[in-house]
């Protein structure tokens, strides 16, 4: 009726749409006749026709029938009407489906999908993430990361180099009874058995360039009882203040600034205690050529005892004093020998040395002393291009030195999947708020599964962090420090504040730390002191304090932390932060007179709150300082004898502000420059 009424009117019939199907083709005469002489559809001519009678032919009615009989493969039959009274029959398996086109001459084959050729594009968020498989971590082993187990290696594609390292480790200690085979039944009674393992490491270039693949066999020391197999465990290391005075005070004075090593500095060293292991089948055999079963006496020290360290501290100690060397009382791994321009010094880190002094018979008996003394090669005693894992490049016209770490920020930026990621201005948002309680919303669920791939990946990308913004990134060192006070259950505001910060390192991996200079004079100190008022802290509401320290203009101290004590008021802030600040004056001073080098007093201590100069330089007492602990007055102390002066600086000024807060990036660009960090 519809039909006929739009005809009168002369308005065109819609196109023919089925009640819960979607939108047919208007079939035309063609594809008429080909549906009328096809038997196998499940439509024919006659439905084709029928608009109005709604009754359905007799080919439909015995589809039905035959599949209403089909017991297992029974189908709900559902006849759709179209708005023209056609009906069109749809089982439930193809309901919802796309219908079939008309063209198709066998209903039962299905047409070929349609490709799009719209090309998909990620979201502009996820630019910086870079996803890859475990697997592929796992094998592509140079330059991004060593394995850290046995299995780990002889599964990855680098076995055979993996396994010469290993051969080649075994060989030398061989060579030097380190590892001397013995049968089981020779073992002594109450000998200790130690479980050992293989640490992998790859060593870089200064440009970051693979160098080679090594491999250690190491004594698993978690197995040793203390008090029982060993009695004493630390052994101290150069600090890092003073191997960049000495670094700056070389560069000025244009002296010699060398790199040594102890090659298998443990392996030379002897057990007091009879200690053995067993062979791991593969670089270590389990049996001999007679066919007896082996284990392995430990004559010499491994890596992983858990003395091992401190004995060879000791025995560095004792061969270097043995031969005429002084040793500091303020740094234990700082010794030197002379007096006058002809000293030589002489900086520990474990097994490496940074060797300072100038050319002559001095330091030519030196080495010859290392080499003797401490199994120190005399042709790897080198120029220092690349200490610690920083590299070293000397200017001898400017008399300056730049250290930086390009090649590790590098890898790591390409472990994390951020090394193409776009660059920001700042290590961290000022207006960046992290609270605790918000990492500890999932604690629950992850303190069950103490390997959480996320947290785990968080402190392993921190302690790298941590270590360049101590060693030659001051620019991060209130960032990362700041960091570590959520790594324990990190929320999604954590990680997006890291990634934050491995996004600034991206666009800054290339600046360096210039130290030294012509003319510089090393007897002037001068310390930057500031503290940030419970504004990071939002839980406890605990101040930052930050201090820097230059020796003849050059940076070689830096330090940010949260304080111990909760403070009642900026004052009282900015009083416990010159007191911290205050222990490292002291140090400096002790150093420099082991040193001959009298540093001028008093030592100029900038500060950016005058009333808390006020409490340092009087004995007021009034209601706001009744409450300050009696350690703090000892800034009172030295004032007094004229060992340091208080003197005020604008907030503007004060260096030390990038290390209690989050500043702005015209700020920071303003602090790099005076701290002569850059490009």
């Known amino acids: 009726e519809y039909k006929h009424a739009w005809a009168a009117q002369g308005i065109p019939p819609r196109k023919p749409m089925l009640q819960g199907v979607k939108p047919l083709a208007v079939p035309t005469e063609r594809s008429a006749e080909k549906l009328s002489s096809d038997e196998t559809t499940d439509s024919c001519q006659n439905c084709v026709q029928n608009d109005a009678s709604g009754e359905v032919c007799s080919k439909i009615t015995s589809i039905k029938n035959s599949e209403a009989k089909s017991g297992p493969e029974k189908q709900d039959i559902t006849v759709a009407t179209d708005i023209d009274g056609k009906e069109e029959i749809m089982s439930e398996k193809t309901r919802g489906q796309e219908p079939v086109p008309e063209s198709c001459e066998n209903a039962e084959e299905k047409p070929a999908l349609r490709r799009s050729g719209r090309h998909s594009r990620a979201p502009v968020k996820y630019k910086d993430y870079q996803a890859k498989s475990s697997q592929e971590k796992i094998n592509e082993v140079a330059p991004h990361a060593a394995p850290k187990n046995f299995k780990e290696a002889k599964a990855g594609q680098h076995w055979n180099q993996w396994k010469q390292a290993m051969e080649k480790n075994i060989t030398e200690y061989m060579g030097m009874e380190c590892l001397v085979p013995v049968r089981t039944c020779d073992i002594p009674t109450g000998a200790v058995k130690i479980g050992t393992t293989w640490a992998y490491a790859i060593k870089y270039n200064g440009d970051g360039t693979v160098n080679k693949l090594k491999a250690r066999i190491a004594a698993q020391g978690f197995t040793m009882r203390e008090g029982i197999d060993y009695d004493e465990s630390y052994a101290p290391v150069c600090g890092k203040e003073t191997l960049r005075f000495a670094l700056a005070y070389g560069a000025t004075h244009d002296l010699e600034i060398l790199h040594g090593d102890t090659t298998a500095a443990f392996q030379t060293l002897t057990n007091q205690k009879w200690f053995y292991c067993t062979g791991d089948g593969e670089a270590l055999p389990t049996k001999d050529k007679h066919g007896n079963n082996i284990v392995y006496w430990l004559k010499g020290i491994l890596q992983g005892q858990k003395d091992a360290a401190n004995v060879f501290y000791r025995h560095v100690k004792n061969s270097l004093t043995n031969i005429g060397f002084e040793n500091s009382v303020k740094d234990p791994c700082l010794y030197w020998k002379g007096s006058g321009t002809d000293r030589v010094y002489i900086l520990q880190y474990v097994d490496d040395y940074l060797i300072v002094g100038p050319k002559g018979k001095i330091l030519d008996s030196v080495k010859g002393c290392l080499h003797s003394k401490l199994n120190v090669k005399e042709n790897n005693i080198t120029d220092a291009t690349m200490f610690l894992g920083m590299r070293i490049v000397r200017d001898r016209t400017t008399r300056t030195l730049t250290v930086d770490c390009e090649g590790k920020i590098e890898r790591l930026l390409e472990q994390t999947g951020m090394l193409n990621c776009r660059s920001v201005e700042t290590p961290m948002d000022p207006k960046t708020s992290l609270r605790k309680s918000r990492s500890d919303e999932n604690a629950d669920a992850r303190s069950s599964c103490a390997a959480n791939a996320t947290t785990l990946q968080y402190r392993s990308v921190l302690a790298a962090l941590l270590w360049l913004g101590n060693m030659v990134r001051p620019d991060i060192c209130r960032t990362v420090n700041y960091l570590c006070r959520f790594q324990v259950n990190p929320d999604e505001e954590s990680?997006?504040?890291?990634?934050?910060?491995?996004?600034?390192?991206?666009?800054?991996?290339?600046?360096?730390?210039?130290?030294?200079?012509?003319?510089?004079?090393?007897?002037?100190?001068?310390?930057?002191?500031?503290?940030?008022?419970?504004?990071?802290?939002?839980?406890?509401?605990?101040?930052?304090?930050?201090?820097?320290?230059?020796?003849?203009?050059?940076?070689?101290?830096?330090?940010?932390?949260?304080?111990?004590?909760?403070?009642?008021?900026?004052?009282?802030?900015?009083?416990?932060?010159?007191?911290?600040?205050?222990?490292?004056?002291?140090?400096?001073?002790?150093?420099?007179?082991?040193?001959?080098?009298?540093?001028?007093?008093?030592?100029?201590?900038?500060?950016?709150?005058?009333?808390?100069?006020?409490?340092?330089?009087?004995?007021?007492?009034?209601?706001?300082?009744?409450?300050?602990?009696?350690?703090?007055?000892?800034?009172?102390?030295?004032?007094?004898?004229?060992?340091?002066?208080?003197?005020?600086?604008?907030?503007?000024?004060?260096?030390?502000?990038?290390?209690?807060?989050?500043?702005?990036?015209?700020?920071?660009?303003?602090?790099?420059?005076?701290?002569?960090?850059?490009?």
């Open 495 to 679: 990680e997006k504040a890291l990634r934050h910060l491995l996004r600034y390192l991206n666009g800054r991996k290339q600046w360096k730390l210039t130290l030294g200079g012509a003319g510089a004079d090393y007897t002037n100190v001068e310390l930057y002191v500031d503290a940030d008022f419970a504004s990071n802290d939002l839980e406890e509401r605990k101040s930052t304090t930050g201090y820097v320290v230059y020796m003849g203009g050059s940076l070689v101290e830096w330090f940010s932390k949260k304080q111990e004590l909760c403070a009642s008021s900026t004052t009282y802030a900015e009083y416990i932060a010159i007191h911290t600040a205050l222990s490292s004056v002291i140090h400096i001073k002790e150093m420099s007179e082991e040193l001959d080098l009298q540093v001028r007093l008093p030592i100029k201590m900038w500060e950016d709150n005058k009333q808390a100069i006020a409490w340092a330089t009087t004995e007021m007492i009034n209601g706001r300082n009744k409450a300050v602990e009696v350690k703090y007055h000892r800034i009172r102390h030295y004032v007094q004898k004229k060992w340091v002066k208080l003197a005020y600086l604008e907030t503007s000024c004060m260096v030390a502000d990038a290390f209690t807060k989050a500043v702005s990036g015209p700020v920071l660009k303003r602090h790099c420059v005076k701290m002569r960090i850059g490009v």
